[in-house]
């Protein structure tokens, strides 16, 4: 195996967004800076998020606020929120010629609407800084002197640097790269490693119906989940997907479902009207009858729904919406209609695991990483960024915020 003669101030070990910005930045200070990916191209995960318009940050400017999202992090998310925050994200990207947009929940996205152009503008940073990239290129662990860290090898021999940047990610979405080698590596050094988990996954239900109804959105309902000792209920739009469901309330549902399924299968109960009761909501369902009387069911129904949604209400109605004329609907088929509006019911039997899930648990105990710099505190000259810390958030931008923060933050501070 080769060992490589060129010193490297820094070796940075994952080119997704924590990566790309730990070294962009160190170089940037001007150390010699080198960025391994084993993928052929930088960014592979980042190219695909947010549906391709790559959710970029949150827009929440208030620290306090925002650091509430992450969970049993908060505390320890102060001091490099306070180095690089959502703020700083805005001018990263602004000056950069790709301004942020802010949508619905404070997501921002870049203007172009295009999670490519975030690739293009982070790789550009990186190699218009002079660190050198080397992709197709893949890390299989640390070169060790006793207790010391001097190199990496790699799929094309050793690099020896002064200091090593970890952004190799989680473990989701595997076919991008994020093959949770690191968690094996740094487990090796020492650190403590929580399990990966799926999260913000979608969730497979066992009724078949739902696959004719793939790709309706029920917008703005009230979902709860509900088994034995535990219920949670909450607001937002769902996805009804082939398997089951999905979209922002489900994924972020998803951490807490998936503790219940340890208990057994999961109740879902869909109200498509949260805001009304149901005695006016079948005043409502009445007028509506009485101003459409000739109408058959289905159309009537779509007078308030998506062609999806009427399905999904008729699917288990004893009646065929096609036939049925609206003024010949009993008071108990009335009841019932109204009924299925307020409570759609499925049951979750599993998650779609971590292939399918945005982000997972698991990781680096945070106890193990300085919070002002991300160095190890069991090896100095090593540094955790990214989604390889154990950081629990939710989905609208959080992850990739913390991308780069921490990204930043490391850095900035190796090799000071
Ligand atoms: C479908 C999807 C949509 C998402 N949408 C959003 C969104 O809109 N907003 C948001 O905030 N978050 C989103 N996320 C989460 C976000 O993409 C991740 O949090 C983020 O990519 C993590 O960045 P990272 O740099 O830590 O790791 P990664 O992006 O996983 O990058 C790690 C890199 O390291 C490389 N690597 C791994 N092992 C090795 C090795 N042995 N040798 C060399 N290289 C290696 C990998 O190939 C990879 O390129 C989404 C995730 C998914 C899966």
Redesign the pocket.
């Known amino acids: 195996m080769n060992t490589e003669t060129t010193e490297y101030d820094v070796v940075v ?7 790309m910005m730990a070294a962009g930045r160190a170089a940037s200070r001007g150390l010699r800076v080198l960025l ?4 052929v191209v ?5 190219s ?3 549906g391709g318009r ?3 940050t949150n827009a929440e400017f208030d620290i306090r606020t925002l650091l509430k999202h992450y969970g049993k992090a908060e505390q320890f998310l102060y001091a490099p929120f306070a180095q690089c925050g959502v703020q700083e994200t805005f001018n990263f990207f602004t000056e950069r010629t790709l301004p942020l947009i802010i949508e619905e929940k404070k997501r921002a996205f870049p203007e172009t609407q295009k999670a490519t152009d975030v690739v293009r503008v982070m790789e550009h940073y990186v190699r218009s800084n002079g660190c050198v990239v080397r992709t197709g ?4 662990g640390f070169e060790m002197n006793g207790d010391s860290i001097i190199g990496v090898h790699t799929s094309a021999g050793v690099v020896n640097a002064r200091a090593y940047v970890v ?4 473990a ?2 595997q076919e ?4 949770g ?2 968690f094996t590596w740094l487990k090796k050094l020492g650190h403590t490693i929580h399990a990966s988990n799926p999260n913000l996954v979608p969730l497979i239900v066992s009724e078949p119906w739902v696959k004719k109804l793939s790709g309706t959105v029920l917008p703005k309902v009230s979902i709860s989940f509900k088994n034995e000792v535990r219920k949670i209920k909450k607001q937002g739009d769902v996805l009804i997907t082939h398997f089951g469901l999905s979209g922002p309330v489900v994924l972020n549902s998803a951490y807490e479902v998936k503790e219940m399924l340890e208990d057994g299968m999961v109740q879902v109960s869909i109200d498509l009207f949260p805001k009304d009761d149901i005695g006016s909501l079948r005043a409502m369902f009445q007028k509506l009858i009485e101003d459409n009387p000739r109408k058959t069911l289905s159309n009537l129904l779509k007078s308030w729904f998506t062609k999806g949604v009427v399905e999904a209400i008729l699917q288990s109605v004893p009646t065929d919406g096609r036939l049925t004329m609206s003024a010949m609907l009993t008071r108990e088929m009335r009841y019932m209609l109204v009924d299925r509006m307020k409570n759609i019911t499925l049951t979750v039997t599993g998650t779609k695991g971590l292939d399918w899930s ?2 997972s648990d698991g990781g680096v105990d945070l106890k193990d990483i300085d919070t002002r710099t991300m160095q190890s505190k069991i090896h100095p000259n090593l540094y955790v ?4 810390l154990h950081v629990n958030r939710p ?1 609208g ?7 780069w923060t921490t990204g930043f933050v490391a850095g900035n501070s190796v090799c000071v």
């Not at 070990?13 to 990566?19: H, M, S, T, V």
């Not at 290129?137 to 299989?140: D, E, L, Q, S, Y």
């Not at 991008?176 to 093959?179: A, D, I, K, L, P």
């Open positions: 070990l994952g080119g997704g967004p924590a990566g391994i990916e084993k993928n930088l960014g592979k995960k980042l695909i998020t947010g790559c959710n970029i290129t893949a890390v299989r952004a190799s990610g989680g989701s979405h991008t790269g994020s093959t080698e690191g945005v982000v960024v990214g989604d390889v989905s931008g959080y992850s990739l915020q913390l991308c």
